[in-house]
């Protein structure tokens, strides 16, 4: 009993201290949130500078979503059509000989008003 008892402070402090002090709509960033956001902004930064590195035009969200995610790119191919388009083009510029070709400027400023 005292071991279980124990494990459930321990559980508790955990918890308390994953829990960030800033909440909005009761919603609780844990550390992993803020894990994941960490890969994602890393993953954004890597395509982004493959894309620059290959003098590529890159698909972006034009007002998306929070201030702290607005600069990722190609983290939500599932969600957003432009991510998908950026993941594309990223796959263009590392596989030359795929089935279709690098988008154009032209082709990424249409995406972006799609996409809006």
Do not use: W
């Not at 007002?63 to 998908?84: E, K, Q």
Request: aromatic letters at 4%.
């Amino acid at each position: 009993a005292r071991q279980r008892e124990q494990r459930l402070r321990l559980r508790t402090k955990n918890k308390d201290r994953t829990t960030a002090t800033t909440t909005t709509n009761s919603f609780h960033r844990t550390r992993a949130h803020r894990v994941v956001d960490a890969a994602l902004d890393g993953y954004g930064s890597v395509v982004e500078s493959l894309l620059k590195r290959a003098d590529a035009p890159i698909p972006r969200a034009s007002g998306s979503g929070a201030s702290a995610r607005a600069g990722r790119v190609a983290t939500a191919p599932l969600r957003r059509y432009v991510d998908g388009m950026a993941q594309r083009q990223a796959l263009s510029v590392l596989c030359p000989n795929a089935d279709y070709p690098p988008l154009t400027k032209q082709d990424c400023v249409d995406i972006n008003q799609r996409n809006n």
